[in-house]
């Protein structure tokens, strides 16, 4: 199968203080064509960080330093904006974290469908945008009555299907969703979760998911990236990784979750991630894990590859310790 995007060591930086936090450090992947991945961690980990890179959309003063970002083949990094602009409306779009936040509460929903339109594609007539908008609509289940509608008069899971209609509007290959449920009540959760099964599917969308639930993650994503302090720590096949997770911090996310059946002890992850002003030595983890050793601070470990897809950063990963 065709690579349809790979990022390839990127380096993601901000100034602070007097000195520079790596908020995304050597990070590499790729995704096949129609394939999904889910990308997790706490908060402040650079899940949204390393979405905005490939979005070319980090906030000044932060900037990517190294790394490639190819898009079908091209060097995101690399273009002039004018073509950064194309890629972005026709190859990848962002769902981005609260459609509270994205909607523009003065303007009809149909207002803000046209404006993203014509930032992308100037050329096309009124009509023709009022068509693909209601195209978009449908995609998401929503009639174009609600195009006529201000964002205060829809449900929150109403607003969120907007925001995925904007996003698949000029029909990307890869949709990035930035925690695509939160806000949002179990039962729309679960409405939503099932839309964006049912596009992928559809759309043959390939799927970056941004989120710290691991459940959302188990139901629509075929691979996982584990995010820690910056970095991939635990990458590999969804079957892989939850049934034998190899990183410490990898199985006490996993463990930290309320299970319907089998054993069900719960527990927590002790301390804070590090300050990435002055990360710890060795590994960035070793502050928080039960199984360190001085080799763990000594050290830092870099991801190994086991069987054909699982790689993992952890001197203790042969062992089984849990």
């Known amino acids: 199968m065709s690579k349809i995007l790979s990022v390839e060591d990127l380096r993601v930086q901000y100034p602070s203080q007097g000195s520079l936090i790596n908020a995304v450090d050597s990070v590499s992947f790729s995704l096949n064509r129609g394939s999904s991945l889910g990308i997790t961690g706490e908060s402040g980990s650079g899940k949204s960080t390393l979405a905005h890179a490939i979005m070319g959309i980090i906030p000044s003063p932060g900037k990517i330093v190294e790394g490639r970002i190819l898009a079908g083949g091209e060097?995101?990094?690399?273009?002039?904006?004018?073509?950064?602009?194309?890629?972005?409306?026709?190859?990848?779009?962002?769902?981005?974290?609260?459609?509270?936040?994205?909607?523009n509460p003065f303007y009809t929903i149909n207002d803000q469908m046209q404006e993203t339109i014509r930032a992308h594609r100037r050329r096309v007539s009124k009509s023709q945008s009022g068509t693909l908008a209601e195209e978009s609509m449908a995609k998401v289940r929503l009639g174009p009555e609600v195009l006529d509608r201000f964002p205060h008069e829809l449900s929150g899971g109403m607003k969120q299907r907007v925001v995925i209609a904007m996003a698949l509007m000029l029909d990307p290959d890869i949709l990035i969703a930035d925690e695509p449920t939160s806000s949002l009540d179990v039962i729309v959760q679960a409405q939503i979760t099932n839309l964006l099964k049912d596009l992928q599917r559809t759309l043959?969308?390939?799927?970056?998911?941004?989120?710290?639930?691991?459940?959302l993650v188990a139901e629509l994503s075929d691979f996982v990236a584990v995010m820690y302090a910056g970095r991939f720590v635990e990458y590999g096949r969804l079957t892989e990784l939850y049934g034998a997770p190899k990183h410490p911090y990898t199985h006490l996310l996993l463990r930290s979750v309320q299970r319907l059946s089998g054993p069900n002890v719960l527990s927590y992850i002790s301390g804070q991630p590090p300050n990435l002003q002055s990360p710890p030595n060795g590994c960035r983890f070793n502050p928080r894990c039960p199984y360190v050793q001085s080799k763990c601070i000594d050290e830092d470990p870099q991801l190994t590859l086991f069987g054909s897809s699982h790689q993992v950063a952890c001197h203790r990963s042969e062992e089984k310790i849990w």
């Open 204 to 215: 043959g969308l390939t799927l970056i998911l941004i989120t710290h639930d691991l459940g």
């Open 75 to 103: 060097d995101i990094t690399a273009m002039s904006s004018t073509r950064s602009e194309q890629i972005k409306g026709d190859k990848i779009a962002l769902i981005f974290q609260g459609a509270m936040n994205v909607l």
